[in-house]
Every structure is written in structure tokens, then in C-alpha cells.
């Protein structure tokens, strides 16, 4: 045998499995990061109660706006805890709101922080003493959840306290039909009542019906969904409408007719900070409840699509008319709008998730590759577990 021969071709053989090697690890250089969606959200979460649970008190604080805490924040914690299955943090933060916001009448304040005279509690000179509907609803279908999830019917004695409370205090009827309003103080409005559609919440009253049977939650879905409707072909505050939902409306006491919200200039018909909430809530009422209204509603958003496929981006305001009234983007924009693609386009859904909301997460760090403010952070998560089916309505369960 030529052992110089016979060793030239081990070298060659060992050459090419080398070469082999390295041309596998090269294309898996170059292939797609997988993704855990579990433990991205989890990682989030982690992330979350670091920069926004207070440990010591389990109050949920805004830091981009001078450390205050809002009756919506705790329910956004309470719904993510027990996704989450952290009965620990809800158990604080329910702890918290109920010592420090819940009222008499077993709704909630809706803001807290750092009064005048450095002291800390409800903010009445801001009207922090009144509640906000949506999280009023929320913090009660976080309780349920609780309920069910961890076997512990307090909580549902809990939830018990606040369903009707919602309807006696939150809820005006207008010619023999209830609407939800956006507060407690619409109940005393004279000529119109202000109402925030994206606090229209249908998937919560079908559970609400089954605990609170003295009022008819089912007319509550109608209405809101009539309410809906009626803002996509209403102007409003336009000369025309792209058939967008508002951030608020009115609804007149004479005839339900929708008008204007007139109260804070915040408080526009545009599609923005508020409203981007609006597909999320009715896909997440389609997703658990096949509701054909639901369904309906988001088969009207065609400025949505049109506006991805033209730009491949939304930005983080639009005038009801469709105009954009900013530059910037923002991802509560797309956590929020997701459920409409989700629904109506799935190709589109899933280039919006991996290209504006995954593409935010840095498996390397476990995090945010850079810091969401606390709403953001919030709308990032809640659309990232509704298109990865993390949402569950434990209620059903």
C-alpha cells in the first residue's frame, strides 16, 4: 500500500467533511432566528414587572407620566398576571387597586398619583375620583379568570360586587336601549353622553350575563356594536369619513344619534391612541365567540388594509377622514390592529407581527431591544399573545 497515496485522500476526505461543516453552519447563520412565543411573552412580561410594578406595593406605575397609576394600568396587569399564570403579582396588584382605587360603589378611581401638596392618593383635582368603563370591566374579567384559573371562588365573589355596578353606574339608556359610557358621570349628562368605543368590551358582557342576570348584558353587545357601525358612516368632525372608528364620539339623549365628543381637546374623533384598541377587542369577540357582528364590523376596516399595503406601516394617528396627523409610528398601533389582520388577511398578519412587533424583541437579551413606555409595552404584548392564541378565556374553560 502507498501510505503517502492513502494519506493524501484522508487529508481530501477530511477536507470536505470540514468544508461541509462549515457550509451548513454558514446557511444557519443566514437562516431566521425561531422564536418561542411562550417564552418571548414570559420574557416581556419578566420584563414589564421591572419597569412598571412597583415590588414593594404591587402598584402598576405610568413612569413616562410622572410616576401616576390609572385604574386601566392595574387591569392591564391583572389580565397579563394571570395570562401569565403570576397569581404572586396578582394577587399585589389586585391587593393594591381594591386599598387604593376601589370606591363606595365598588367601581374604581381612575387616577392616582402625586397631589399638590406632595402627598399621594386619587388626584380629584384632575377628576381622578371618577371611573373609566373599560377598566371597570377588565379588572371584573380579570377576576373571573383568576377564579377559574387558580380555583379560588373569591375572586369571582369579587367580580360579583363590581358587574352590576358597571351597569347601574357606567350604563344610560336611550329610548328604551342601554349604551356603555365611558363613566360614571354620563349617568347625570343633560343633551348628549360622551362614549369611548374602544372600552366596548362584548366578549366580557356574554360572561357578565351569566353572573349579573337582573340586566340584559345581550343588549349591551347590540348596542355597542350598533354604536361602532354608526361611527364608521358618520363624518363626525370630517367632511367625510375613511370608515375608521374614533377615539370618542357623543351620543345625543334625543335620538341616539352620534355627534362629536365635545370635552377635552384630547378627547378627538381621530384613530389614534385610543381607538387602536377597537380591532383588537372585536377580534378577540370573533376568536373566542365566532360573533358574525364581529366579523361584520372588521370586514368594513378596508382603509386598514389599504393603508398596509400601500405603505407597509401606519402611523400612530389618523384624522377620521383617513388623513395622518403624525409621522411617527408607534407599536400599540400595531398590537392593537393586528386581530384585523388576523381575521381579514393572515399573509398580512403575519409580515405585520414578525416585521413591527417581533422584530422589537432581542432573544439575546430576553427584552425589548429598546425601552416601550408603559402603553406601548402593554398593546406590543396583548397583540403578540392574540396572534400567537396566548389569549385564553379561562371563563370557558
Do not use: C
Not at 345 to 367: F, G, R, T
Amino acid at each position: 500500500m502507498n501510505y503517502r497515496i492513502f494519506g493524501g485522500l484522508l487529508i481530501i476526505i477530511a477536507l470536505a467533511i470540514f468544508g461541509t461543516v462549515l457550509y451548513k453552519n454558514s446557511q444557519k447563520a443566514h437562516e431566521p432566528i425561531i422564536y418561542s412565543p411562550t417564552f418571548m411573552l414570559s420574557a416581556l412580561w419578566a420584563s414589564y414587572k421591572t419597569n412598571y410594578i412597583e415590588a414593594s406595593s404591587g402598584r402598576t406605575v405610568d413612569t413616562q407620566r410622572n410616576n401616576i397609576t390609572t385604574s386601566e394600568g392595574e387591569s392591564y396587569t391583572m389580565l397579563r398576571a394571570v395570562e401569565a399564570d403570576d397569581k404572586g403579582t396578582f394577587d399585589k396588584s389586585w391587593q393594591w387597586t381594591r386599598q387604593n382605587l376601589q370606591r363606595n360603589d365598588n367601581l374604581f378611581s381612575w387616577l392616582y398619583g402625586q397631589k399638590p401638596d406632595g402627598s399621594y392618593g386619587i388626584l380629584i383635582n384632575e377628576g381622578g375620583q371618577n371611573t373609566a368603563t373599560d377598566a371597570d370591566t377588565d379588572i371584573a374579567l380579570a377576576l373571573l379568570f383568576a377564579s377559574q384559573r387558580w380555583g379560588d371562588n373569591s375572586y369571582a365573589d369579587e367580580a360579583k360586587k363590581i358587574i352590576p355596578a358597571i351597569w347601574d353606574e357606567e350604563v344610560v339608556e336611550i329610548n328604551g336601549t342601554p349604551y356603555i359610557t365611558a363613566d360614571n358621570i354620563e349617568k347625570t349628562a343633560k343633551g348628549q353622553i360622551i362614549l369611548n368605543p374602544s372600552y366596548f368590551a362584548p366578549y366580557a358582557y356574554r360572561i357578565f350575563a351569566e353572573i349579573d342576570t337582573a340586566h340584559p348584558w345581550p343588549k349591551l353587545i347590540d348596542s355597542s356594536y350598533l354604536v361602532l357601525n354608526q361611527s364608521l358612516l358618520t363624518p363626525l368632525d370630517k367632511k367625510s369619513t375613511a370608515h375608521i372608528p374614533p377615539d370618542w364620539v357623543s351620543l345625543t339623549l334625543t335620538d341616539a344619534s352620534l355627534v362629536p365628543a365635545i370635552t377635552a381637546s384630547t378627547s378627538t374623533s381621530n384613530f389614534g391612541y385610543d381607538a387602536l384598541r377597537i380591532p383588537f377587542r372585536i377580534a378577540l369577540d370573533y376568536q373566542w365567540n365566532q360573533e358574525p357582528k364581529a366579523r361584520q364590523f372588521l370586514d368594513q376596516l378596508n382603509f386598514l388594509h389599504t393603508e398596509w399595503q400601500n405603505n407597509h406601516k401606519f402611523v400612530s394617528t389618523y384624522g377620521h377622514d383617513g388623513t395622518p396627523l403624525t409621522d411617527t409610528e408607534a407599536p400599540a398601533m400595531y398590537g392593537g390592529t393586528l386581530g384585523y389582520f388576523m381575521i381579514e388577511n393572515p399573509d398580512a398578519a403575519k409580515s405585520m407581527y414578525i416585521d413591527k412587533l417581533q422584530s422589537l424583541y432581542s432573544p439575546d437579551a430576553q427584552d425589548w431591544k429598546q425601552k416601550l413606555s408603559y402603553y406601548d409595552d402593554n398593546w406590543a404584548w396583548f397583540g403578540m399573545a392574540l396572534y400567537n392564541g396566548k389569549l385564553i378565556n379561562y371563563y370557558s374553560h
